[in-house]
């Protein structure tokens, strides 16, 4: 089966529709047409360029290149974890901390993944190893993002009830445990419904992209279990390692609450 | 009860619009400090408990705050906010093994353990936390308005009880508090906070 053809003019009659769908929401004076078009504009821009981007780096297929893109994802993947957060730490912290826990998690991961199960030859092919990336980084930010939020924010929220533990003498990890398990939960779930939901309530994308690309559905399908379970270890290690080391950040050497080091919410 | 009696000291202690507090409590003394609201009475004992960064040395005994892990200091210098925290569904959950000492002396049974948290009112809410840092074995004690809460005859009850308990096990003693009554039948020593000074007042 060969992969149908979409040409330009298709494309715009999917335009079409979302240019009604903002009509419509103009009409019902929503406040979001403007937000719409501009984000089907962007999708348009990044995936067009991200797809030159593609094509050269498919044609050159040169480590040095494919490691540049991969830390130009990680960077932006490290950004969007900050803009997600309410309460941040100050700093750069809460940059350097989600950045640097992707890239423990799911840098290890899909290198993991490429030399030791998928084994294409090179290791860095990039037909295999950026959309892996990509896939990967993608699930592990969201992980780490709500992680973060819902830690800096819970400690925002109870910090008598931390400070009244340290008061007892509670040593600092005594005393923010149930916020941290919370967080590092809440970081955790999405992914861990997503895998029990798949197949039955929703066919994963990638499978689906595969499945139109021609592939057999049993081999779209066991690439596709390989994915989910890697995209969970990655979300789940970053997200601890994530939450564990803003956790610690948190208290001073003196294991005091330290909450000048989270910075007011932009409003 | 075995523990060391040691004094609490404080030299050029530096916390919110305090500067320069010198502070000296013997084993078994009740030093009451007292100030208009917001004058830094709270902040000061943060800074004792070492809640906050602030400037000077504290010491009890041979042991000193800077050279100390916090939690450490914090289980030997046990401060009680005037507003207790409670992170556990019942009572009995915040106390070390589950039980608690001296429950009669201030009212309670021993099925109070296996009350609610989220239905104690605020009065009971005071006691029980004292209680619970007792139960915790401190070695010397900052109390934040420890009868704010309590009806006149609850407040003698814990005034009593607390007085023995400090009496008998040789535990230094800051008590914030504003009735000068209250600062009469427990102090030992007074001091009362003018600016950014710490100034002696007579106890009675």
């Known amino acids: 089966m060969q992969l149908i053809d979409l040409a330009w003019w298709q494309l715009a009659l999917g335009a079409a529709l979302v240019l009604a769908l903002a009509g419509c929401t103009l009409l019902a004076r929503l406040g979001i047409g403007k937000t719409l078009l501009i984000a089907a504009l962007r999708t348009v821009v990044q995936l067009s360029l991200i797809g030159l981007v593609l094509e050269a780096l498919f044609s050159v297929a040169a480590l040095p290149w494919i490691a540049l893109m991969a830390g130009v994802m990680l960077l932006m993947a490290g950004r969007e974890v900050t803009a997600r957060q309410k309460r941040r730490l100050t700093g750069g912290w809460a940059f350097g901390i989600g950045t640097l826990s992707m890239f423990i998690s799911a840098f290890s991961v899909t290198v993991l993944t490429l030399v030791a199960i998928i084994g294409p030859e090179p290791w860095y092919t990039p037909q295999y190893a950026i959309p892996l990336l990509g896939m990967m980084l993608g699930n592990t930010m969201t992980g780490i993002a709500i992680g973060l939020d819902r830690l800096t924010d819970a400690v925002w929220r109870q910090r008598a009830l931390i400070e009244n533990r340290l008061m007892l003498g509670h040593r600092w990890q005594a005393a923010i445990g149930e916020a941290r398990r919370d967080a590092m939960r809440s970081g955790m779930i999405p992914i861990i419904n997503g895998m029990a939901a798949a197949g039955i309530v929703s066919l994963p994308g990638m499978m689906t992209g595969q499945i139109l690309a021609g592939a057999p559905p049993t081999l779209a399908v066991k690439y596709q279990i390989l994915i989910m379970f890697t995209i969970t270890v990655g979300t789940g290690f970053g997200t601890l390692a994530a939450v564990l080391t803003a956790s610690r950040r948190l208290f001073d050497e003196h294991e005091r609450l330290r909450l000048d080091r989270i910075a007011a919410p932009d409003t | ?204």
């Open chain 2, 1 to 204: 009860m075995p523990t060391s009696a040691a004094a609490l000291t404080a030299r050029d202690l530096g916390a919110g619009a305090l500067t320069d507090v010198s502070l000296d409590i013997p084993p078994g003394r009740i030093l009451a400090l007292s100030g208009p609201s917001g004058s830094g009475k709270s902040r000061l004992l943060r800074a004792l408990a070492d809640l906050d960064p602030h400037a000077g040395t504290v010491c009890l005994g041979e042991l000193a705050q800077d050279r100390v892990q916090g939690h450490v200091w914090r289980r030997a210098v046990m401060m009680v906010p005037a507003d207790s925290q409670w992170w556990a569904d019942t009572v009995g959950a915040h106390f070390p093994d589950g039980a608690a000492d001296d429950l009669a002396a201030l009212g309670f049974g021993p099925e109070t353990l296996g009350w609610q948290v989220s239905r104690l009112s605020s009065g009971e809410k005071q006691r029980l936390a004292l209680l619970r840092t007792v139960a915790h074995r401190p070695r010397a004690l900052l109390l934040d308005e420890p009868t704010a809460n309590l009806d006149p005859d609850t407040t003698a009850r814990v005034e009593a009880w607390l007085t023995n308990l400090i009496k008998r096990h040789d535990w230094p003693v800051l008590w914030v508090a504003h009735d000068p009554q209250q600062i009469a039948r427990v102090a030992d020593a007074h001091l009362r906070i003018a600016g950014h000074r710490l100034e002696t007042a007579p106890c009675s």
